[in-house]
């Protein structure tokens, strides 16, 4: 199926928060891992979101070039295309842009989308996320609020984050050690008295529970997925708006258990991102490929090697098939799995 329309993508989200699930959203950062995500999608049945970061993205535009914005437009157009051949839906989606990155990054990417819609076509990203966890929020919530009517007016969906997630991603890192690892019913007040409740455009929200990105083993992070429900009735008791006026994202998942996914995606997360788990799959798979055969892969004592095993095509289907798995895995934690719209 063709990529995500605005519509499309506005009707997944929605069914997600109806249904009580959630989607995987998963970064890539190459042909390979786009097609292992498209994979992994549709082995399971589920819709999913394709994200790139701005160091994917300066990847994607030649490592010696780190043109982000580039590299994000070239992402996109591959995954539109390729997208095609398979039988689930995806929408495309920025990820993690901070604000000394939002000039050479999101910007550039909605002005990009706004000739396109006027020469009649689609936003190219569904959706961008604004990350201002790094600057104070009331900053953080100007920039959204200035952000939030570009994008309504493309027919894309804002994704902001309103506290910090532990860790590092892509240069961006947080102590994970004080008390903004936990987002306040006060703090989420703010933004929706200054964003709305999608009156104004549609946002979804990143509110953290003790999230940290990386690797971390189950047990070594507190995390407060009831923190979310908390929020969620705070906001239902003032606002309205049922009883989970938000729809939540996931970040930093990577170690959490089931059950602490499960409740998270019970307060209203529609979005799950996945990036370290699915890089460990993919790369345990090549390291696996080549200590298995190492001397098909190397010309040891003068020997010629195995073109059919170094072959980059040969373990590179090992690699996303692996990768492929981890990704259905993610949609059967999160409930997509079975649930494609297409």
Request: net charge negative; glycine share 12%.
């Given at each position: 199926?063709?990529?995500?329309?605005?519509?499309?993508?506005?009707?997944?989200?929605?069914?997600?928060?109806?249904?009580?699930?959630?989607?995987?959203?998963?970064?890539?950062?190459?042909?390979?891992?786009?097609?292992?995500?498209?994979q992994g999608l549709t082995e399971a049945g589920s819709d999913g979101i394709i994200q790139v970061t701005t160091g994917g993205a300066d990847y994607f535009a030649g490592h010696t070039v780190k043109n982000r914005a580039a590299g994000a437009l070239a992402m996109a157009r591959f995954a539109t295309e390729v997208a095609k051949n398979y039988p689930i839906t995806v929408a495309l989606h920025t990820d993690h842009c901070p604000k000394p990155a939002l000039e050479g990054f999101v910007l550039p990417l909605i002005a990009a989308s706004e000739e396109q819609i006027k020469a009649g076509g689609e936003p190219i990203f569904q959706s961008h996320m604004w990350d201002g966890s790094a600057v104070p929020l009331d900053e953080n919530i100007e920039i959204a609020a200035d952000l939030l009517p570009r994008m309504k007016a493309i027919n894309a969906i804002l994704e902001v984050e309103i506290g910090v997630v532990g860790g590092e991603e892509d240069g961006v890192q947080h102590e994970g050690t004080n008390?903004?690892?936990?987002?306040?019913?006060?703090?989420?007040?703010?933004?929706?008295?200054?964003?709305?409740?999608?009156?104004?455009?549609?946002?979804?929200?990143?509110?953290?529970?003790?999230?940290?990105?990386?690797?971390?083993?189950?047990?070594?992070?507190?995390?407060?997925?009831?923190?979310?429900?908390?929020?969620?009735?705070?906001?239902?008791?003032?606002?309205?708006?049922?009883?989970?006026?938000l729809e939540l994202v996931f970040h930093g998942g990577s170690g959490s258990t089931d059950a602490e996914i499960a409740e998270a995606v019970g307060n209203g997360v529609v979005k799950m991102n996945l990036d370290t788990d699915t890089q460990y799959a993919f790369t345990r798979s090549i390291a696996g490929t080549m200590f298995s055969n190492y001397d098909g892969v190397l010309k040891v004592d003068g020997e010629v090697g195995n073109k059919k095993i170094y072959d980059p095509r040969a373990w590179g289907k090992t690699a996303e098939t692996a990768m492929a798995a981890r990704v259905a895995e993610a949609t059967r934690q999160l409930g997509s799995a079975g649930r494609s719209q297409s």
């Open positions: 199926m063709p990529v995500a329309t605005p519509d499309q993508y506005a009707e997944m989200l929605d069914r997600a928060k109806t249904g009580g699930f959630a989607y995987p959203a998963v970064n890539v950062s190459s042909s390979q891992t786009i097609n292992a995500v498209l008390d903004a690892l936990y987002t306040t019913l006060g703090d989420v007040e703010k933004v929706v008295e200054a964003l709305g409740l999608g009156e104004n455009g549609r946002y979804i929200a990143a509110l953290t529970f003790g999230n940290v990105h990386g690797v971390y083993k189950p047990g070594n992070v507190k995390l407060r997925p009831e923190l979310l429900g908390e929020i969620q009735a705070g906001l239902a008791e003032r606002y309205g708006h049922g009883p989970k006026p």
